[in-house]
């Protein structure tokens, strides 16, 4: 996979991630109560936040369930031509 083959990913990933932490704190959960409720270690739930780890779509759904997040709204925000640059 060429490095422009990964550049969406990564952008993908840190945006997850971001949403992630954002709904962690707006709800009030710790890294650590959300790492139990989600079955990862909070150093697991740091690296999902910072965009360092790639998540898995059943931790994802684990995540949603969690906060009571629809899954699809750690996608919201992102920018449309992502598609686009990964072909």
Not at 24 to 40: D, E, F, P, Y
Not at 54 to 81: C, M
Request: charged share 25%; aromatic share 6%; glycine share 6%.
């Amino acid at each position: 996979m060429s490095n422009s083959a990964r550049a969406p990913d990564v952008v993908i990933d840190a945006h997850i991630g971001r949403m992630i932490r954002r709904r962690r704190r707006q709800i009030g959960l710790t890294q650590h109560q959300l790492a139990l409720a989600s079955g990862v270690r909070f150093q697991q739930i740091q690296k999902y936040e910072s965009g360092a780890n790639r998540i898995a779509a059943s931790r994802l759904w684990r995540i949603s369930r969690a906060t009571g997040t629809p899954l699809l709204a750690f996608f919201e925000g992102l920018p449309d031509n992502m598609d686009e640059t990964a072909s």
